[in-house]
């Protein structure tokens, strides 16, 4: 399959490029790095990207920004982040992808654990985790083409704590090689609608 993963140079993002490149060839896009460039924020960006790649078999993403904060402090313009990026930024994704992606292609998202596991000052985090998973278990009801959509929900990978420890003392960190697994079951699978979460 030709898989375009926006966000492979990332924590989440290269572990799920490299557990996929083993069968697959791998178009990685960043908004710094990559093969490709993209700015999810902006859905001309990602036509743009769509048009360059070619015709793709699977769209992951394992991007997405959001603001942490105390909660009696966070501001409307706070919140607004992680809504544009992490939450708009990866629908708009699908919603552009989805006219230029392969017959029975697949869109695979990412959410997390904050949806229903909130810690402090994950406010906007557990907002629009909670988004994702909803979006994806709506769209895939309707989906044309026989083409697929799920979330990944990861909790604190491993290799996060030396800078999110913090805010997830309890939590059981999640080795980011476990975490790609769960993008190759959605990716290579054949399930939709679906929020796989690596706890
Ligand atoms: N790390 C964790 O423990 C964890 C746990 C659960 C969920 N998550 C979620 O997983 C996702 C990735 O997290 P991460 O920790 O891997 O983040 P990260 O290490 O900061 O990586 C972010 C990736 O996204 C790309 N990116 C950033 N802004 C972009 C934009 N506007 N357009 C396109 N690409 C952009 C970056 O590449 P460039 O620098 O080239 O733009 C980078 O490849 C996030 O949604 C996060 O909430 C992470």
Redesign the pocket.
Known sequence: MKILI????????AFVASALAERHQIVK??????DVR????DSSSIRKMFESVGKLDAVVS?????HFGEFAKMTEAEFAIGLK??LM?QVNLVLVGRELIADGGSFTL????LSHDPVRAGSS?SLVNGAIDGFVRAAAIELPRGLRINAVS????LE?MPS?GPYFRGHQPVPGTRVALAYAKSVEGARTGQVFEVL
């Open positions: 926006v966000g492979a140079s990332g924590t989440v993002g896009a960043g908004s710094k790095s990559g993209v700015d999810i924020k394992a991007a997405g920004k959001v990026d992490k930024g990412t959410s997390g654990v985090a990861p909790g604190v990978l996060s999110y």
